[in-house]
């Protein structure tokens, strides 16, 4: 291995301009003559609009303009879309309601688009937005997940129970049949509680129109802007893509919040055109919590049958999913493709059944999270396995290891089929590292000072990539999800590499440097990854679920595969050897047998100049392209172990150690790799301990600022070991899984399971605040002492 | 319209500004120092920290106005002479950022513990310290070793704080 090769711990490369405070996100970014716009929200959750009186405001100082839904109407500007089609159990669609980036006379949840205002700078636009007349009818909100579907009031009328689908995954007949012959039966009610992804950087868009040539230019916090573009152009029509550019500079974190394609870069872009300026939009943070998509939301009902010796026979699921208000972009795939098919986790399960009722609400939308589906279906199975292994008086370690997988490749009942692991491997190794065998007199140590400790498992798995293309075109996925790259060589042989993901914090201008570096044999320096542009990048899908380094490095292996392939051609003009002669390694062509080189940079060089070959019979130039689509999903697996210890006075959760053992196939660099992992076991912990997205019965978000959503911070949580096994993935070229989610997936349960294992049972809900352990506490105190 | 006079990374600058102009935005509108970001308006995350007098503020709750004749440090101002400043460099070999947007703030609010508590600092003490800093990529792992790391190289380097914010 390289110092800066395929497995090394490289210092990133993006590093210096984000500590020297040279970053550039959308809102460092100024155009000439630019404006200001500010969004008109809905006060309610549920109401018509009577009428929309703006005469007063647009008198007001520094207003250039004025709009709404009529305005996006007049213009022919069509609404935001959902790409994924689900069909019911009938096999008829899902049953969407129109979004419109506007409102169009109803407003459906706090923080609805009512209108924009463009003006000289933000005070003025906001002291005019607080002109505008609005007259609503309020009407009665649906707030809670449970009771949408059949709820009096209709949030769409093409959806009159409020279900936008009633889906299922399984075989019915083969799970119920296999619970009728179950010995023991685990039951649990679960909630997956509603979270804000939260990234740091603010949602933002600048959009520009450049009159002369016709041109759009929309700069925008996206995780995918080729996606976007696609969006805007082909489904909203703002302009053709031709016409359309669309940048994404440095983003400030994602999380799959900046997947989707929202109402405010919609109405930017076309507001630029309008009035002739640029005109800028920046989120403060209560915006955010109101209109960026919201994660997980699930009720759920979950059953898991055993035989008399603890072999798990069948899994039995049923699931509300709240997708909020409107469908947002890949909403209606969250609870359905990226959750059910991972119900059988690490586990070899002959039958599962899983119903899946999705309802709108009057709320934001609702949509992919860091793990999306994966660390919801994680939540049910581990949950369940745990209980199952305590009701059954079994260690949940061994129960684990009884019904994990062993044999690969593993097609399990609900479409997925596994191609490698060693879950075996991995629990043994995190058992190590959480020293498992002390745990009993910790936990007497934990007693005698007034302490309640516990230990918590979780044996993740989670499918990333989201391909082949093929198999989630069959699914309703509106898009192929592959991926791109375009290498190109410069004369004197430094590279620069055009990918379709995007980083918004992983670091890929560091790693995928290192894949160029270590296979073309020359300095990392010399390498240049380039991203984010529709204007340099021809076509992306972008980066989410975990996909940028088993699909987007694939990719430009493959491209660098031609570039190698087309370096011995011209090497063998310069070398005057036959093709078949040329060997290419550590950045040298040689002939084989002969001391003849021509190295990397030299061989770029004779590929431009062209003099010692014809160019009728070999192309000048060194540049080529791939577009990369995957054989099957990838299955990122592993077990993470969280010991605890809970103050029954205060209700105060300190987690004292967690042990954490991936397998992410080959890595390319353990830093980074360790990075995401912490990341994820951090919004993990989150989740199970801190965060939770609240609206009350009117519908009103009074979690919408960081002084009340509870965002972990540096005291919340503590150093992770994170430990790692490899079983390379045999579906792509570089054997790579993919590690962006698996934190997040894997913590919850683990947090849990050490939580009703410190207290003795199982009534606690995510999340577990001091207020809620306190409460659950004092049950496991009483119960003591009735014994 | 007001005039606000201030020395922002060693250098005198003067605005007319509206009264109700945060410092975040008279940095980062006015002066074009974009280093500085907003993350939350309301003090809770840290991202807009900056070093007022030689001391830890978050820009985005202080008005412009009500800081005149303040030396203002901002994370452009942190490096001297193209020479990183250790905390910088220990945030980079320690891998304490991902998207890098909390990363000034943190790095900023870095330099103010050590400021305030000198050049050894241990997990604890940092965790604590750093509880008005949010970042949502690292799970503060690396930030917590990138701090330490950082403040026991200021010792060694005999970099005082002051003389390299200020």
Wanted: net charge negative; hydrophobic share 40%; charged share 20%.
């Amino acid at each position: 291995m390289s110092a800066t090769g395929i497995g090394a711990a490289v210092r990133r490369k993006e590093d210096h301009r984000f500590i020297t405070g040279q970053g550039r996100y959308t809102d460092d970014v100024n155009r000439p003559g630019q404006a200001q716009a500010y969004f008109l929200r809905s006060p309610h959750a549920h109401a018509k609009i009577k009428s929309i009186d703006t005469k007063a405001a647009a008198a007001m100082p520094g207003v250039l303009g004025i709009f709404t839904g009529a305005d996006l109407a007049a213009d022919k500007i069509g609404g935001l879309i959902c790409g994924w089609m689900i069909h019911n159990k009938d096999g008829s669609p899902m049953r969407a309601g129109a979004h419109p980036a506007l409102a169009q006379g109803r407003v459906r949840y706090v923080g609805d688009h009512v209108a924009v205002v463009v003006a000289e700078t933000l005070a003025q636009a906001k002291d005019a937005a607080e002109a505008i007349v609005v007259d609503y009818q309020e009407l009665s909100a649906v707030v809670e997940t449970a009771k949408a579907a059949g709820a009096k009031t209709v949030i769409h009328d093409e959806a009159p129970d409020n279900t936008v689908f009633n889906w299922h995954l399984g075989d019915k007949d083969a799970t119920d049949k296999a619970f009728k012959a179950a010995k023991h039966v685990t039951k649990l009610d679960l909630v997956n509680n509603r979270l804000v992804p939260n990234a740091m950087e603010p949602r933002a868009a600048v959009g520009d129109y450049d009159a002369g040539e016709g041109i759009f230019t929309l700069y925008t916090t996206s995780q995918n802007p080729h996606v976007a573009r696609l969006v805007l152009s082909a489904f909203i029509g703002i302009a053709p893509e031709n016409k359309l550019r669309v940048i994404a500079p440095d983003v400030g974190g994602g999380f799959g919040s900046k997947i989707f394609i929202y109402a405010e870069e919609t109405v930017c872009v076309w507001a630029a055109k309008k009035v002739g300026r640029p005109v800028k939009w920046t989120a403060d943070r209560t915006e955010a919590f109101l209109s960026d998509a919201h994660g997980r939301d699930h009720v759920t009902h979950a059953e898991l049958a055993t035989d008399a010796d603890g072999k798990i026979l069948a899994l039995k699921v049923h699931t509300t999913a709240n997708l909020g208000a409107y469908l947002s972009t890949f909403s209606s795939s969250v609870p359905t493709y990226l959750y059910a098919p991972l119900l059988s986790g690490q586990y070899d399960i002959p039958a599962i059944y899983c119903e899946v009722d999705a309802v709108y609400t009057n709320t934001a939308p609702v949509d992919a999270y860091r793990g999306a589906g994966r660390p919801e279906a994680t939540f049910v199975v581990e949950r369940l396995i745990e209980v199952t292994a305590r009701q059954l008086g079994k260690d949940p370690a061994k129960f684990r290891l009884q019904n994990y997988i062993r044999k690969f490749p593993h097609q399990t009942p609900v479409i997925m089929a596994y191609d490698t692991g060693n879950y075996a491997a991995s629990l043994k190794k995190a058992l190590e590292i959480i020293d498992y065998k002390g745990i009993g007199k910790r936990k007497r140590d934990s007693a005698r000072a007034g302490k309640l400790r516990g230990i918590g498992f979780s044996s993740y798995i989670e499918a990333c990539g989201i391909a082949p293309s093929a198999a989630v075109g069959s699914l309703g996925a509106g898009v192929g999800l592959w991926e791109s790259a375009e290498v190109r060589v410069n004369p004197i042989g430094t590279v620069e590499v055009l990918t379709g993901s995007h980083s918004h914090g992983q670091g890929h201008e560091t790693t995928f440097a290192q894949l160029v570096s270590d296979r073309l044999g020359i300095p990392i320096d010399n390498v240049s990854i380039i991203h984010g542009d529709t204007d340099k990048v021809q076509m992306g899908m972008g980066t989410y679920g975990s996909r940028s380094g088993a699909v987007g490095m694939s990719a430009i292996y493959k491209a660098i595969d031609k570039v190698i392939a087309k370096g011995k051609k011209v090497a063998a003009y310069v070398l005057e050897a036959d093709e078949a002669d040329i060997d290419f390694a550590d950045g040298n062509f040689t002939v084989k047998g002969t001391d003849r080189k021509l190295d990397f940079g030299s061989c770029a060089l004779q590929a431009y100049v062209a003099h010692k070959f014809n160019g009728q019979e070999l192309e000048p130039g060194l540049k080529e392209g791939a577009f990369y689509d995957p054989t099957n999903f990838t299955f990122p697996a592993g077990v993470h172990i969280c010991e605890l210890e809970i103050d029954p006075q205060t209700g105060v959760t300190k987690i004292d150690r967690w042990a954490a053992v991936d397998d992410f196939g080959v890595v390319i660099n353990p830093m980074i790799v360790e990075g995401q992992v912490h990341g994820g076991i951090a919004q993990g912990v989150g989740q199970a301990l801190l965060e939770g997205a609240r609206y009350n019965s009117d519908g009103q978000l009074v979690t919408a600022s960081f002084m009340d959503y509870t965002m972990p911070r540096a005291d919340d949580l503590p150093s992770f070991d994170v430990g790692m096994t490899v079983t390379p993935c045999p579906s792509n070229p570089l054997g790579i899984k993919g590690c962006g989610e698996a934190g997040a997936i894997a913590s919850p349960p683990a947090v849990i399971n050490a939580i009703t294992d410190a207290l003795g049972h199982e009534d606690i809900a995510m999340p577990a605040t001091p207020q809620a352990v306190w409460r659950a506490a004092q049950k496991s105190i009483s119960r003591l002492a009735a014994e | 319209m007001t005039t606000v006079s201030l020395t922002v990374n060693g250098k005198a600058v003067s605005a007319n500004i509206d009264p109700r102009t945060l410092l975040v935005q008279f940095l980062r509108e006015n002066l074009r120092l974009t280093g500085t970001h907003v993350g939350c308006d309301t003090s809770q995350c840290g991202a807009c920290l900056v070093h007022i007098d030689g001391k830890a503020v978050k820009a985005c709750t202080t008005l412009a106005v009500s800081v005149d004749g303040a030396a203002i440090t901002t994370i452009e101002g942190l490096a001297q002479d193209g020479k990183l400043h250790p905390m910088q460099e220990a945030f980079r070999e320690h891998h304490g950022l991902q998207c890098g947007f909390c990363t000034p703030g943190m790095i900023m609010s870095a330099v103010d513990m050590v400021n305030r508590r000198g050049h050894e600092l241990d997990e604890k003490t940092i965790r604590e310290d750093l509880d008005g800093n949010i970042c949502r990529c690292t799970g503060y792992h690396n930030i917590v070793k990138a701090i330490a790391a950082g403040a026991e190289a200021m010792g060694k380097a005999g970099v005082t704080t002051r003389q390299a914010a200020e």
